[in-house]
């Protein structure tokens, strides 16, 4: 399922022109949040597990009822705090290809709603340390760049993301 996140990201060049080439060589730190992903049902409705909700109670393919006569909701919610090594190439002037490669700290739960009393618990946490991986393409005028990415996260539940960032350096 899609959803919109945000990240906050910051980091630092250790390395320009590696060896006299047009490679620079950078560190990233930042905050992911993923968005929700929603399944929604009412009572009767059903949904096919892939194994891995609620920490593997139900094998894949297990078929679960939603029990309720109203609009209920399973909600998963991703976060991570990461860093990582982003080297990049000068194709032609001011305008660069990257790479992304690092590992992050996660956090996904998994949370019932109800959606007609707004009450909901939370049915599982899940959280770990795990890679994630990525490429872009920048275009850099003086002090401003325009950025676009592509990342993809490991966690249980995976995430990728497509960014697009307008930065100005100071």
């Known amino acids: 399922e899609e959803d919109y996140g945000y990240s906050f990201v910051t980091g630092i060049n250790i390395i320009d022109n590696l060896k006299e080439l047009p490679i620079d060589i950078g560190l990233e730190i930042g905050f ?9 049902g009412h009572g009767g409705d059903t949904v096919t597990t892939d194994g891995r909700y609620q920490k593997g109670r139900n094998s894949a393919g297990t078929v679960l009822s939603f029990t309720g006569g109203y609009n209920e909701k399973i909600i998963i919610r991703s976060y991570s ?5 982003k080297p990049s190439y000068e194709i032609i002037n001011n305008l660069v290809i990257n790479a992304n490669l690092g590992i992050h700290l996660w956090e996904q739960s998994e949370i019932y709603s109800y959606t007609k009393s707004g009450n909901s618990r939370l049915v599982a946490a899940h959280e770990g340390i795990d890679t994630y991986i990525g490429v872009g393409i920048n275009y850099n005028m003086n002090a401003l760049s325009f950025e676009f990415e592509y990342l993809e996260y490991e966690m ?3 995430a990728k993301s497509f960014n697009g960032t307008l930065k100005y350096n100071f």
């Open 32 to 40: 992911n949040q993923f968005g929700e992903t929603r399944v929604s």
């Open 81 to 85: 705090t990461s860093i990582g090594i």
């Open 156 to 158: 249980e539940y995976k």
